[in-house]
């Protein structure tokens, strides 16, 4: 398994995306994730392998961390991972932020005054190069963490940024929640559920070397210091598991620490609706 890249470029591209369509329709936004709930946490952080999916005209599918803290009305998050849109279809890494529930504060990427960039050598919403395919596998290192005040965001060895903590108010302190998974949105195209894979195409439950996966799920305590997930504190998130699901697994000694697979092709004779 090898570690994928962010491309460096010097122009920055943009994605296109509004708010209003982040927040019209959310039954139409599906899952296959898995959350810890419950404390008080400091900081999220895992390796992700980078796919390619099949995107329908007008979809994205993404893999991501969600940091959040506050009621779904009004919640405030900081999220990083890698997306695929049908503007273009390349895997590009992202980031995101909210501080109202996706009404009108927050945007991806530098789409509007937020995160402070301090490492000029990447582009947010550039290329991940190589990504993965059926015999070799990449993925990236992704953790964001709290540090005096401010939500700080590091990809590899390389830390791009801060969101100031000023800019929210449940998540001023602390993230109450903390998410780890896939997102395709579904306009079901003709009345049908949407053909948009999630992560490499395959179901959670294929397992390793055919389903996406996260790896070495860690948490950071208000020490500071990250401690692994353990897996029973794991819940599940499959808004509809016939078409994309999850499943949880724990191995300390083949290195992935607790991890899960998840994903799925979309539109089958096993998900028709």
Excluded at 109 to 135: H, M, R
Excluded at 184 to 208: A, D, F, K, L, W
Aim: charged fraction near 20%; hydrophobic fraction near 30%.
């Amino acid at each position: 398994m090898g570690s994928a890249a962010i491309k460096v470029l010097h122009t920055y591209e943009e994605f296109g995306d509004s708010l209003a369509s982040r927040k019209d329709e959310r039954g139409k936004y599906l899952f296959a994730a898995v959350k810890l709930e419950g404390g008080e946490y400091y900081g999220a952080r895992a390796s992700l392998n980078v796919w390619s999916p099949f995107v329908s005209y007008g979809e994205f599918s993404l893999a991501q961390i969600w940091v959040a803290a506050g009621p779904s009305a009004e919640i405030n998050t900081v999220e990083a991972g890698w997306r695929v849109t049908s503007r273009d279809n390349k895997t590009r890494f992202f980031i995101y932020w909210t501080s109202d529930g996706y009404q009108n504060e927050g945007c991806f990427n530098l789409d509007c005054p937020g995160f402070v960039q301090v490492n000029q050598k990447f582009v947010l919403g550039s290329p991940i190069e190589p990504v993965s395919n059926a015999t070799l596998q990449f993925d990236i290192g992704i953790a964001i963490y709290k540090e005096n005040g401010n939500w700080w965001l590091q990809v590899q060895d390389q830390v791009l940024g801060y969101w100031p903590g000023s800019i929210f108010n449940y998540l001023a302190r602390s993230a109450s929640k903390i998410s780890w998974g896939g997102e395709v949105y579904n306009s079901e195209p003709n009345g049908s559920h949407t053909r948009t894979q999630m992560g490499s195409g395959h179901y959670g439950n294929e397992g390793g070397g055919k389903a996406s996966f996260f790896r070495n799920i860690e948490y950071t305590d208000n020490s500071g210091k990250f401690r692994d997930v353990e897996p029973q504190s794991l819940s599940t998130i499959a808004t509809r598991p016939s078409c994309y699901n999850v499943k949880v697994e724990n191995n300390n000694n083949g290195g992935f620490g607790t991890h899960f697979y998840y994903g799925g092709p979309g539109y089958s004779t096993q998900c028709a609706k």
